[in-house]
């Protein structure tokens, strides 16, 4: 007995259907069907998954690489030219992720006048053929198709360019995108187009990139195999199509790194998708890393030679931290990864597979006991969960943190995040509110207890789904003694105004990622004038936009325009501290 109840959840007195839904997404592969493209043909396979398992049987490491640029040209160019250059050195880049721009989750009908980040936009279906057919390499629609307002139309347009793996189910549960309100429409075309995937006669891997989803947000890392299992549970009992599961950009340890590996091998059927890079431990130094990138990909290198899984895996250019990758910095990443794989050739043999089964083991036994006990609790809260609908708008409106809360496997206790001890510790959400906390002892003493004194209350968010940023600075404040206002993530402008508002906050810290920092804070000050919300702002993380003049397709840096916008930009959680110490100085002198 969780106490969750169905009134909570679900309130609307009706629901679409699951059956419904999978029926009309059925109905739809009468007229949409996987389409040729150059990577079917030169390979002579049906699907990418056909291809992978012959590639697993000939013992061969497969690579991802990561494309989408705002202009459809310059991405096009980069599919032919990383392809051709790889393979005038011997090598081979086996699919290309293709990053869609956020603003392509909306239906194309109503695309016009919405936020756009830094990905790419294709207006017609036609465009996405016109990609694919740039090289023979497997197109992964991985980015805002399943799991948005756009996800029929995507996948159908995916489908007819000749990819055979979609998704994304993990961003379903994160992303929300900017003024978009209806989850219900979101998860109904949702559903219909995984029926749509399932109902092809060819194999089409429905993927899920588990750190976009829950995974990123849980503080076990069981509970990441547990969704793993409950996506398993909805894409093949319920619907009948194929999950394959993608992990990585926050495994930076390596024995977990490689225990998840073994332990999806043993719960997904299906061969992997990729294995990301771990981007979370990218800095502003590029010389540390290409440490980084062979830190992990000896480890994945290591996990496909012992036990081959089917993912591609991801060099990540050195770049990545600072903006998007160039053309020439992927084609680097690659022939780095290539030549530290023949390097590395008879490393296999030197790794502990057997510690690493032994965590992969307390993944499973754990993820089992989270998937039970979610299933359970939702039934006994008078949630069908034989119908795909109402569990995936259960799950994606408990979200990762009660769902952790309530159902999380590990023992409970109450002074731990999440009120449990994990079964296997992820270490990224705990190691931001250690950081957080140390932060604010960096300010000495006086200091500390002067913002302590000035009893601040601040209205914190995020613009997109990049949590980290506004978990750090939640974690500093808290630790200086400041009261935090969650105005959520993805939080749209008149929602965060309205939120300081009601808090009469002393001020509001924003955290932004997605390339839109000018015009958020543009509409956030319009907002807070119409709210009469007087309060200085904090903003930080990626503080860029690609302009709206069309001359320039990467983004731009916009630090000078938010402080002419009278922001306080700030580069690092230490900025507004100081800043918040004179404050704090003038609160106690006017008082
Ligand atoms: C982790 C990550 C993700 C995770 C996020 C997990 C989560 N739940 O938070 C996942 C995998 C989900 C993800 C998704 C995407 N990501 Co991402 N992601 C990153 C990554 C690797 C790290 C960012 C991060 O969280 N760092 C941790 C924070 C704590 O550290 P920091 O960034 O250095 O921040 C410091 C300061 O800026 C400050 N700070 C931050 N915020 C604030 C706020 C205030 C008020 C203050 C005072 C200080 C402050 O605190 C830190 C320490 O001082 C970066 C690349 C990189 N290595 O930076 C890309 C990156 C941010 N992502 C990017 C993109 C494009 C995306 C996607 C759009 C990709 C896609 N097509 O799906 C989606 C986002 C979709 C959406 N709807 O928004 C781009 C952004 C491009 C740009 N703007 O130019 C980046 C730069 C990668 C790249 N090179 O292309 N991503």
Not at 7 to 35: D, H, W, Y
Not at 128 to 142: C, D, I, Q
Not at 268 to 281: C, K, V
Not at 513 to 523: D, E, F, I, P, R
Request: glycine share 10%.
């Amino acid at each position: 007995m969780v106490g969750l109840d169905r009134g909570q959840l679900l309130p609307e007195r009706e629901l679409p259907r699951a059956a419904e839904l999978l029926a009309e997404g059925r109905r739809l592969a009468g007229s949409v069907s996987v389409g040729p493209c150059p990577f079917l043909q030169q390979y002579g396979v049906r699907s990418e998954s056909a291809y992978k398992q012959r590639r697993m049987a000939e013992g061969a490491l497969m690579f991802h690489a990561q494309v989408g640029y705002r202009s459809p040209e310059r991405t096009k160019r980069a599919y032919g030219e990383i392809y051709e250059r790889l393979a005038a050195a011997g090598y081979r880049v086996d699919r290309y992720g293709i990053c869609l721009d956020w603003s392509m989750g909306y239906p194309a009908a109503q695309r016009g006048g919405m936020p756009r980040g830094t990905g790419l936009t294709l207006d017609q279906p036609e465009d996405f053929a016109v990609l694919t057919s740039a090289a023979p390499v497997a197109p992964h629609f991985g980015d805002f198709v399943i799991g948005t307002p756009a996800a029929l139309e995507n996948t159908a347009a995916a489908l007819a360019a000749g990819a055979t793996t979609i998704g994304n189910l993990g961003q379903y549960f994160t992303f929300r995108m900017p003024r978009w309100h209806d989850d219900i429409f979101t998860t109904a075309e949702t559903v219909k187009a995984l029926a749509l995937c399932a109902a092809q006669p060819v194999e089409v891997l429905i993927h899920s990139n588990l750190d976009d989803g829950f995974a990123a947000l849980f503080t076990d890392l069981a509970c990441g195999i547990g969704t793993a299992l409950i996506e398993r549970y909805v894409v093949e009992e319920l619907v009948g199509a194929h999950v394959t599961h993608c992990y990585g950009h926050t495994f930076e340890d390596p024995l977990t790194r490689l225990a998840f590996q073994r332990a999806l091998a043993r719960i997904d059927p299906a061969p992997g998708s990729m294995i990301y890079g771990n981007t979370t431990s990218f800095g502003p130094n590029m010389v540390a890393n290409y440490a980084n990138m062979a830190s992990y990909l000896v480890v994945d290198f290591a996990g496909q030679r012992a036990m081959p899984t089917g993912h591609g895996l991801n060099p990540v250019p050195v770049t990545e931290a600072m903006r998007i990758p160039e053309i020439d910095e992927i084609v680097d990443a690659h022939l780095f990864a290539n030549r530290l794989a023949e390097r590395t050739a008879g490393y296999a043999h030197l790794f502990d597979m057997e510690a690493a089964d032994r965590v992969a083991d307390l993944l499973l036994e754990g993820g089992m006991r989270f998937r039970d006990r979610v299933l359970a609790g939702m039934a006994e809260a008078g949630i069908d969960t034989g119908d795909a609908f109402e569990l995936l708008l259960s799950l994606r409106r408990l979200g990762a943190r009660r769902l952790e809360e309530l159902f999380g496997p590990g023992q409970s206790t109450p002074d731990q995040p999440r009120g449990r001890t994990p079964v296997v510790r992820a270490t990224t959400v705990a190691s931001f509110e250690a950081q957080g906390a140390a932060l604010a002892e960096q300010l000495g003493m006086a200091d500390l207890d002067m913002v302590r004194q000035a009893g601040f209350t601040a209205c914190v968010a995020c613009t997109d789904v990049h949590e980290y940023g506004k978990l750090l600075v939640e974690a500093a404040l808290r630790a200086s003694g400041v009261t935090v206002v969650d105005a959520g993530v993805s939080a749209d402008p008149d929602s965060v105004a309205e939120q300081a508002r009601a808090a009469r906050a002393d001020f509001i810290a924003i955290s932004t990622y997605s390339g839109v920092a000018l015009s958020y804070l543009q509409s956030l000050r319009q907002e807070l004038g119409r709210a009469g919300v007087v309060a200085p702002v904090f903003v930080g993380g990626k503080l860029n936009q690609v302009p709206d003049d069309g001359l320039a397709s990467m983004p731009q840096d916009v630090s000078g325009e938010l402080r002419t916008l009278g922001a306080f930009v700030c580069c690092r959680v230490e900025d507004m501290l100081h800043e918040l110490v004179e404050l704090a100085k003038e609160r106690s002198k006017n008082a």
